[in-house]
């Protein structure tokens, strides 16, 4: 079983070659969220908040329009924009309201629950932080923060991309050394 998870973790990557006629269906995008629904949160808050958009609809078009310029050439191919946001106050043990230190770690485990299911259902995120995050404020209530915005889809193969995004889409993935990552007393 261990491996089965650490393959769908090697297999995730952040790519940005979408094939734009590809649609994900409603029984991915609900398996997507339920995967979400089900992270580990501090204190059980489970803090995170998520703004769909499919493509086509007016509510794509302006997600897409506050991405940052970087961005916005390719992921208006992408199936689904989703805003993700965390609620970062909540209420203690004595009830009364406090900041959630964690509420941003809490969406992170969510969003890469979101991801693992999206990869086993064969489909590719990638988590973009280049974005206008006052404009994004608009969507959200009081006390919830705009976190990052994913694009959700099917991977395609990379002929709508400009030529120097082609090639970063076929490098190589490369990871740190574990031992960079320790930090020895």
């Not at 499919?54 to 992921?75: C, Q, S, V």
């Not at 004595?94 to 969510?110: H, P, Q, S, W, Y």
Request: charged content about 25%; hydrophobic content about 45%.
């Amino acid at each position: 079983m261990m491996n089965d998870i650490l393959d769908l973790m090697r297999m995730r990557h952040s790519g940005r070659a979408y094939h734009p006629n590809r649609s994900v269906s409603e029984v991915d995008l609900a398996a997507m969220l339920e995967a979400a629904r089900w992270a580990p949160s501090g204190g059980n808050g489970q803090p995170w908040r998520f703004k769909i958009a499919r493509h086509g609809t007016p509510e794509f078009e302006a997600m897409h329009a506050i991405l940052a310029a970087g961005n916005k050439d390719w992921a208006k191919h992408a199936s689904l924009l989703v805003l993700t946001a965390a609620e970062v106050r909540r209420m203690n043990a004595k009830g009364e309201l406090t900041e959630n230190r964690t509420a941003f770690f809490d969406v992170g485990m969510a969003n890469f629950a979101l991801n693992l299911e999206a990869v086993r259902r064969g489909l590719m995120v990638h988590f973009i932080g280049g974005f206008n995050v006052a404009a994004a404020q608009q969507w959200l209530p009081e006390h919830v923060v705009p976190v990052c915005m994913l694009t959700i889809g099917y991977e395609g193969d990379g002929t709508l991309l400009s030529d120097s995004l082609r090639e970063r889409e076929k490098a190589p993935r490369a990871r740190k050394e574990l031992d960079s990552l320790l930090i020895h007393s």
